[in-house]
C-alpha cells in the first residue's frame, strides 16, 4: 500500500512563495508518474503538475507553467512542488498523487493514489 504525506502549505501573501512536499511511503512503491492537483469549494479538482518519476519528465497546467516548478527526489521518495509569485487564486487545497500506468498525466482519474491535502492560502 503507498501513503502520501503532504506538507508545506499555510497562509502567504500575493507574490510570495511555498513549497510543497509530498513524501511517499509504501514497500512497492514505483509510480510511472507523480503529480500535483488542487481543489476548491465548489469546483473540480485540477491538475497543477506532473513528473516522470524515472526520466523527470515534467508537464505543468497552462495557467501555473513559468510559476509552478514540480521536482522529485527519488532517493527520498519526495516529490516537491515549488510555487512562486503566488495569486489569491492560487488558493486551495493542494494534493499529491502517484500513478503506475502511463498515459494521461492531467487527470485525477488517471492517479491511483492520493495524500489527505495541504491548505494554500494567498492574501491579497
Known amino acids: 500500500q503507498v501513503q502520501l504525506v503532504e506538507s508545506g502549505g499555510g497562509l502567504v501573501q500575493a507574490g510570495g512563495s511555498l513549497r510543497l512536499s509530498c513524501a511517499a511511503s509504501?514497500?512497492?512503491?514505483?509510480?510511472?508518474?507523480m503529480g500535483w492537483f488542487r481543489q476548491s469549494p465548489g469546483k473540480d479538482r485540477e491538475f497543477v503538475a506532473a513528473i516522470s518519476w524515472s526520466a523527470g519528465s515534467t508537464y505543468y497546467a497552462y495557467s501555473m507553467k513559468g510559476r509552478f516548478t514540480i521536482s522529485r527526489d527519488r532517493a527520498e521518495n519526495t516529490v516537491y512542488l515549488q510555487m512562486n509569485s503566488l495569486k489569491p487564486e492560487d488558493t486551495s487545497v493542494y494534493y499529491c498523487?502517484?500513478?503506475?500506468?502511463?498515459?494521461?498525466?492531467?487527470?485525477?482519474?488517471?492517479?491511483?493514489?492520493w495524500g489527505q491535502g495541504t491548505q494554500v492560502t494567498v492574501s491579497s
Open positions: 509504501g514497500r512497492t512503491f514505483s509510480p510511472n508518474f
Open positions: 498523487a502517484a500513478k503506475r500506468y502511463s498515459g494521461i498525466v492531467d487527470a485525477p482519474t488517471a492517479y491511483s493514489y
